[in-house]
């Protein structure tokens, strides 16, 4: 699995995982330079993949990855395993709270990696 941060230029992607890593219907916390990052694999959504920052902002721990994923409205989200906050897995939009946004990163699955 590579990674790339959306706001970057890059040129190159990052590898932080391989398919074999990935559990469906749930995340996988990667560490990479920006710090870590959750990778959620949908394998009954197109795209499949997505990545939001591993951190819940509304409380500064690294938990995301081990959130609950569904759908609401028919949006991916993962709900935080903590105060249950919804994050859009698209946008990175906190549902609850239009003020709070977590980062949201392109991924590339390319072979097994």
Known sequence: MKLENVMKARTSWDV???????V??????????DGPVAVFYLPHRLPALFAISH??????????AR????????????ASPLYKQHFNLLTGQCLEDEGVQVKTYQVLLDGDR
Not at 55 to 64: A, E, Y
Not at 67 to 78: E, F
Request: glycine content about 12%.
């Open 67 to 78: 959130g609950i994923t569904g759908d609401l409205k028919g949006q991916p989200v993962v």
């Open 55 to 64: 951190t819940d902002p509304f409380t500064g721990k690294n938990v995301l």
């Open 16 to 22: 932080v995982c391989t398919v074999d890593d990935l």
């Open 24 to 33: 469906p219907e749930s995340g996988v916390a990667v560490w990479t330079e």
